[in-house]
């Protein structure tokens, strides 16, 4: 059996992949995927992002193309809408691109990821929100299970059934001072202890660590009595 699961962001997906026979985890590896999205200088403007510029008394974000000093606010609205959309649709297609070729080459027979939640930000909700709304679709048209978790849930188990853990300290030799690092520090004491050699945390990003997490749940609380 064939395990994928995901950490979705707007910055880095953490994706975890894992192999189980007989109940038993034979293989796993982490990756970070990290989207790129297009800068202003690609779209033909000068700048990478909206500039701060003066106009008749205003002051205002605007794009400038080669040879212009200053356009009306008007149309500085209109190109940095332009941008924002044109940005985000880039990111989405280029986040599709990378999940998908993984989603094709590993062809897992089951997908786990942290249930969408709301962010400050409108569009890294919405983007998030598009984002599973392809795994979504993707699971459909592959008839694969899919299985998602509140984050809250998924690090309260883990604190549950991983009580004592070692603190790792990090690259600014801090101790699991914040929840993310704490519930790695706990996957990573178990994995370790349970699996040595098997997993490699030497450079795991935080996004890969949350995924992780998403497989441990998943592992402990359902594929362990489903598997035969």
Known sequence: ??????????DCIGITFAEIKKKKLTYIQTLA???E??????????TKQPKTIFYNGDKFKALLKDGEYFISKKEAKKRVTDFKNSTHRELLRDIGKQCGFYLD???????AMEKN??????????????????????TGMRDIPLYDYDVS?????????IPTFKRYTNELHQTALDTKWEIYCRLRSFFEKNYPGLLDFSNMTMDESDSLAVF???FEYVLKKKTA
């Open 216 to 218: 441990y749940h998943l």
């Open 117 to 138: 939640k709301a962010f400050n930000g409108v569009l890294t909700t919405k983007l998030l929100a598009e984002i599973s709304g392809g795994i979504y679709f993707y």
């Open 1 to 10: 059996m064939i395990v994928m699961c995901f950490d979705l962001s707007s």
């Open 37 to 46: 999205s297009p800068s202003a200088k690609d779209l033909g403007y000068t």
């Open 153 to 161: 849930t998924v690090r309260s188990n883990i604190r549950k059934t």
């Open 105 to 111: 080459g590993v062809k897992p027979d089951i997908i």
């Open 33 to 35: 995927v990290i989207p």
